[in-house]
């Protein structure tokens, strides 16, 4: 178990990859910090991640900027676990990063939810809506 260099909190959250190593916020102080080298072996946890959103569509890059780990590792990964993508003309993913309050406002509007398949993923201490949009004619 990790604590808050800060405060001794507990109450600790993976918060993305940076150089290499697992950077987590705490939530008592908000105090963000990085602990144990990760060296070539990122968490598993990234790398599902990572996948599904290449799956959904997204690009590297963007994939990239979400989770905060290199796009070339992302592409490894897409190589090694052998990730065939979808040819998708159709639809394109839409993705929004929500706090909790957030996301129960985005769920109780009906605009946001009629008419489009959506998945929520956990990011860290947020999450993450997924929404496909179909392209117009
Ligand atoms: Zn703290």
């Known amino acids: ?28 102080c908000n ?3 990085t602990v144990n080298k990760l060296g070539k072996k990122i968490d598993q946890y990234y790398v599902t991640k990572a996948l599904q959103l290449y799956l959904e569509g997204l690009t590297y890059r963007e994939i990239e900027r979400i989770i905060g780990v290199s796009h070339v590792s992302v592409m490894n990964w ?3 676990y052998n ?13 929004k990063i929500l706090g909790q309050s957030e996301l129960s406002n985005f769920f109780s509007n009906q605009e946001n939810t009629k008419g489009a398949g959506m998945i929520v993923t956990e990011l860290g201490d947020k999450y993450m809506v ?7 004619d």
């Open 83 to 95: 990730i065939h993508k979808v040819e998708n003309q159709d639809y394109h993913p839409t993705y």
């Open 1 to 28: 178990m990790n604590y808050c260099p800060q405060c001794q909190s507990n109450k600790i959250v993976k918060s993305g990859i940076v150089n290499h190593r697992q950077r987590y916020k705490c939530k008592s």
């Open 130 to 136: 997924i929404k496909w949009e179909r392209f117009k």
């Open 31 to 33: 105090y963000y910090f």
């Open 78 to 80: 897409v190589k090694k």
